[in-house]
């Protein structure tokens, strides 16, 4: 089946630098990613769509300015914190969707733990 | 897109089924019914998905009713492997040019030995 690696795991990093997280589909094409996060004890909530090569959508409330997505092949898809803050602290989710077809339509990441200090 | 509504939490016992329902009252007639799980500290996973028919997999069966506006994911019988927390969700489209997955609360299931 389909299968997305997100890297790093889990990442520790101080106030003010940023952080970048990458999004790879390793077996199939990925047209659209999507980026997530998650806040303890609280669902997924959609940050951004991803297509590749051309510019992100954010959802309403997310700073393009803060959360910089690129995608600049069909297999990979990366999230930049930049300046990060303590309230940045979260779990991020990426999610990639291959074209018509695909088995899965919607595949996911195992998910990158950030902790700012 | 169209909500949907899950119970927060549900319980089962070991090796029992398991229904889960989802109410989505507003469905639209292109809407897939996508059904995905998490466990702690993980990304979603996919479960089943569906747009009339019931359908099955070697994981779970998802049964549509007849208009559509409710549908229960079964899990003919529960591990502890699968205490997680359940996502029923709409999308617009599958696999196509559109269409993405907004996560509601989910269910979470617990499995008791």
């Known amino acids: 089946g389909a299968v997305v690696s997100q890297h790093p795991s889990r990442v520790i990093c101080k106030s003010g630098t940023s952080v970048k997280i990458e999004c790879r589909s390793l077996d199939f094409q990925a047209t659209t990613m999507f980026w997530y996060r998650q806040f303890p004890k609280q669902s997924l909530m959609l940050m951004a769509t991803s297509n590749e090569g051309s510019k992100a959508t954010y959802e309403q409330g997310v700073e393009k300015d803060k959360f910089l997505i690129n995608h600049a092949s069909l297999t990979l898809s990366t999230l930049t914190v930049t300046s990060a803050h303590p309230e940045d602290s979260s779990f991020y989710i990426c999610s990639a969707r291959g074209g018509g077809g695909s088995a899965y339509g919607y595949t996911f990441g195992s998910g990158t733990r950030l902790t700012v200090v | 897109d169209a909500k949907t509504t899950q119970p927060n939490s549900m319980e089962s016992n070991e090796e029992e089924p398991v229904h889960l329902p989802c109410n989505h009252s507003t469905i639209s007639g292109t809407d897939y019914i996508h059904w995905y799980r998490q466990l702690p500290s993980q990304g979603p996973e996919y479960v089943i998905h569906g747009l009339t028919s019931n359908v099955n997999n070697r994981m779970a069966s998802l049964a549509i009713a007849e208009d559509r506006k409710s549908s229960t994911l079964i899990l003919h019988r529960a591990t502890l492997r699968d205490a997680a927390v359940y996502y029923c969700?709409?999308?617009?489209?599958?696999?196509?040019?559109?269409?993405?997955?907004?996560f509601g609360k989910g269910t979470k299931l617990s499995v008791k030995p």
């Open positions: 969700i709409l999308s617009r489209s599958y696999g196509g040019s559109q269409g993405n997955l907004i």
